[in-house]
């Protein structure tokens, strides 16, 4: 398995793989958030055949429901543990900074920036359920010029948890089930959000979103690992069972993030596939739009 390389007679040294293990903080946290998801696999045949083996979609009595012995989200559950919720945003950092960032191959000059309003106090962008913020600070850096606020909103057990926010990042602690507090901005951005939820709980989720939507000029982006009708990747299916293990969610095809987007009242533009398997860009503007 290339965990060590033997150079002589009781001699060993590490490879790059342990080597990675002992310098990545996000690798290290890969780790203990799989054993942390183990005990649901142990006992998700027992779940399925009780569930007479239909796709779990209440995220409260769900396969990490039933291996815990629990009648709460993954998430809650997590919040009550500085240790778990430690390990889930690092593994998350690590995730969405493991591959070539979205800002690096979509137009974001020409669909995002042109067409702003170009104004300091609007803001350009919120990264809903952001996390301690990659994203943003992935996008301010490859676009410093860019005018306008950008927002981070996220649970407060995350977002107190980050300390090292670059100054133009605001944060804001935000239940993206509640009403959405900011109006008016030129992107909602949601990245690995969605996909840990049900159908159900994804049209309440972006709902709160249209709602304050400006017609005409404010749109969605979602960065979601996407499932190919044929011939998928192994990564997205693996994915795919991951958030069905832990939230009852799911990765989705383009057909149905474009039925999602119609029930939360917004019209589906366009999928952008992401240069390997990485995730790609949904967007999304008002369904009242005449785009």
Not at 88 to 96: A, C, E, L, P, Q
Request: proline residues 6%; charged residues 25%.
């Amino acid at each position: 398995m290339n965990w060590i390389d033997q150079v002589d007679e009781n001699s060993f040294k590490p490879t790059s793989i342990t080597n990675t293990l002992r310098d990545s903080k996000p690798m290290q946290a890969s780790v203990k958030h799989m054993y942390l998801a183990l005990p649901i696999y142990a006992k998700l045949p027992d779940f399925l055949r009780k569930t007479n083996y239909k796709s779990p979609a209440d995220v409260d009595d769900g396969p990490f429901q039933y291996a815990y012995n629990v009648k709460e989200t993954a998430f809650d559950y997590w919040a009550k543990d500085p240790v778990a919720t430690d390990i889930f945003n690092t593994f998350m950092s690590g995730v969405r900074a493991g591959r070539k960032n979205w800002v690096h191959w979509f137009p974001v000059q020409d669909r995002l920036i042109s067409g702003s309003s170009g104004r300091d106090e609007d803001v350009l962008m919120v990264d809903v359920g952001g996390g301690r913020g990659h994203d943003l600070t992935t996008f301010i850096k490859t676009f410093p010029a860019a005018k306008g606020r950008y927002i981070l909103e996220d649970l407060p057990v995350v977002v107190d948890d980050v300390h090292d926010r670059i100054s133009r990042i605001e944060a804001v602690k935000h239940d993206f089930f509640k009403e959405q507090p900011i109006h008016d901005a030129r992107v909602y951005f949601l990245h690995h959000v969605l996909h840990d939820w049900p159908d159900e709980d994804v049209v309440k989720i972006l709902s709160q979103v249209t709602k304050v939507m400006k017609p005409g000029y404010s749109r969605v982006l979602l960065g979601e690992n996407v499932l190919a009708d044929v011939d998928c990747h192994i990564y997205p299916t693996l994915v795919d069972w991951g958030m069905m293990v832990l939230h009852c969610g799911m990765t989705r095809t383009v057909g149905r993030w474009k039925t999602l987007c119609e029930l939360a009242g917004l019209k589906f533009i366009k999928y952008w596939p992401p240069p390997g398997d990485g995730d790609g860009i949904i967007e999304a503007v008002l369904a009242g739009d005449d785009l």
